[in-house]
């Protein structure tokens, strides 16, 4: 006799799981906890098999005879129906893993970032994210999946990184979310269970301080490409990542220019630095070293191919026993405090800072505006180094 909906729903659960046919191989498993569950036994190439049809009333009993019928077509088509289902979760499982799902989000976001950022997100995905959790469906990753990655990061202390992923993994989850492939973020809540990055304030650092980081970069042993990395920074207040990737190419002795690519920008917008004597002299020396390579500061061990490590001139400050006093971005800041203070007018300063602009009136950018007045007070700002070093 054929199940019926009614006797479905009053079947109790006994203390171990119950069998209730419907028919022709059809058949629903009851289990003690009172989950029912759809199945097909079937014989295939002479052998018996059972297939998983779905659980109840998820798939009520008219879908599952529906699912069995199709089965059953296969079967005499010379089909294995499990075969099939092996297929089409493997589909699933392609279409909807989280990196697929990652690179969806990645193509919508990357217009609005400079290429040298979305190749840096996505490296930064590839070398920390997916190789744990970027094959499974998006659907079944738990927060407990997603905390152990982030832990594998706060671990290594990178407190700043474990930020940008997390955020970066939150942002992919929601993407799916507004797609409706899952219900929920698993990255919701976990700041709770993570330590907080405590961004620094280098407020502190001035320029009465000055003289003494100079002296200690200055006198710093270490290779030529992170010492001069490091007498760039300080002079011209260029991101790390700005420096890193610098060609010759970029490099105008000449006319004593620095053309920073766009693509390098924070802001996507080729960016113009003046040099200084002290600049032109640092590169000059450095040119000599690592001239025939592509990078300005091509690395030690891969020069044809590689800059130096992202954390070079960070490393290098922490063993002058700079850590947790400045960093290369804390230049920056000690650069504008000090130039405003100096009598130089916040817009030639935020223009050499390559700041966002957020005036819409405004915000029509010239690469050259206020050349002149730019490179002058980057002349200043090298005298005004140089000069606080010979005062102390």
């Keep these: 006799m054929k199940l019926s909906v009614t006797q479905i729903n009053s079947i109790k659960p006994g203390k171990s799981v119950s069998k209730h046919s419907d028919g022709h191989g ?91 950022h979305a190749k840096d997100v996505w490296h930064s995905l590839e070398k920390d994210i997916f190789k744990y959790i970027g094959d499974i469906p998006v659907d079944q990753i738990t927060s407990s999946q997603v905390l152990k990655v982030l832990q594998r990061i706060e671990q290594r202390g990178a407190l700043e990184q474990l930020k940008k ?52 970069i200055y006198s710093l042993q270490a290779d030529p490409t992170t010492k001069t990395g490091l007498i760039v920074a300080l002079h011209t207040f260029l991101r790390t990542k700005e420096i890193r990737y610098l060609t010759w190419d970029c490099i105008d002795f000449e006319n004593n220019i620095i053309t920073v690519p766009k693509e390098l920008m924070k802001m996507n917008r080729e960016h113009l630095v003046p040099m200084s004597a002290t600049v032109k002299e640092a590169l000059s020396k450095l040119h000599s070293i690592t001239g025939q390579y592509n990078f300005v500061f091509a ?81 200043f700002w090298s005298n005004f180094i140089n000069e606080s070093i010979k005062k102390n």
């Excluded at 929920?184 to 000055?210: M, Q, R, Y």
Aim: proline share 3%; charged share 30%; glycine share 4%.
């Design 299 to 379: 690395s030690i061990k891969q020069p044809e191919i590689k800059p130096f490590s992202e954390n070079a001139m960070l490393y290098a400050l922490y063993r002058l026993g700079w850590k947790g006093r400045t960093s290369v971005h804390g230049f920056r800041h000690l650069a504008s405090t000090t130039l405003r203070e100096n009598g130089f007018s916040q817009h030639i300063v935020e223009k050499q800072l390559s700041h966002e602009i957020k005036n819409k009136v405004e915000a029509a950018y010239n690469k050259a505006e206020y050349l002149n007045e730019r490179t002058k007070m980057m002349i």
């Design 26 to 116: 059809l058949y629903i498993l009851i289990h003690p906890n009172g989950s029912k569950y759809w199945r097909l036994n079937y014989r295939f190439n002479y052998k018996q098999k059972t297939l998983a049809l779905g659980v109840y009333p998820f798939v009520s009993l008219t879908q599952a005879r529906e699912k069995a019928i199709k089965a059953k077509c296969l079967i005499a088509e010379g089909i294995d129906p499990s075969e099939v289902k092996k297929q089409e979760k493997a589909k699933i499982k392609g279409v909807y893993s989280f990196k697929n799902i990652a690179k969806a989000w990645h193509e919508k976001k990357k217009n609005k970032w400079s290429e040298r």
């Design 165 to 216: 992923f997390k955020q970066r993994c939150s942002n992919i989850f929601l993407f799916a979310k507004a797609k409706e492939l899952i219900e929920n973020n698993p990255v919701d809540g976990l700041e709770i269970l993570l330590k907080e990055h405590k961004s620094k304030n280098f407020t502190h650092i001035t320029a009465n301080e000055l003289p003494e980081l100079a002296k200690s």
